[in-house]
């Protein structure tokens, strides 16, 4: 199992920036390939982004590509989002989840274990 915890989140300004951390314990870290999610109320839970357990693929959503990105430090047992440029859509809880293996998924339903969210706003 592992156990997976978010942090970073807050209240910024449109075009301002914000970085999520998801600090990970229990096994591997390295065993994980790493992904964030977010949902805004109202609304199912979406891909944003993830990376491969190596950290060499990588994949964002249409909707992030070119303002955030997604990194990790097996070393540190962490997962980072640095999102930059924000704007009031993005909105929403921010989720990390761990999915065994080194493949990564854009899927919700192939992530085996999740953070308990953190909550980005971003005001106009």
């Known amino acids: 199992q592992v156990q997976l915890v978010e942090s970073g989140g807050g209240l910024v300004q449109a075009g301002g920036s914000l970085r999520l951390s998801c600090a990970a314990s229990g096994r591997t870290f390295g065993s994980y390939a790493m992904g964030w999610f977010r949902q805004a109320p109202g609304k199912e839970r979406e891909f944003v982004s993830t990376?491969?357990?190596?950290?060499?693929?990588?994949s964002y959503a249409d909707s992030v590509k070119g303002r955030f990105t997604i990194s990790r430090d097996n070393a540190k047992n962490t997962a980072y989002l640095q999102m930059n440029s924000l704007k009031p859509e993005d909105t929403a809880v921010y989720y990390c989840?761990?999915?065994?293996?080194?493949?990564?998924?854009?899927?919700?339903?192939?992530?085996?274990?999740w953070g308990q969210g953190t909550q980005v706003t971003v005001s106009s």
């Open positions: 989840a761990a999915r065994e293996g080194p493949v990564y998924s854009r899927l919700v339903h192939d992530y085996n274990y």
């Open positions: 990376i491969s357990w190596s950290g060499g693929l990588i």
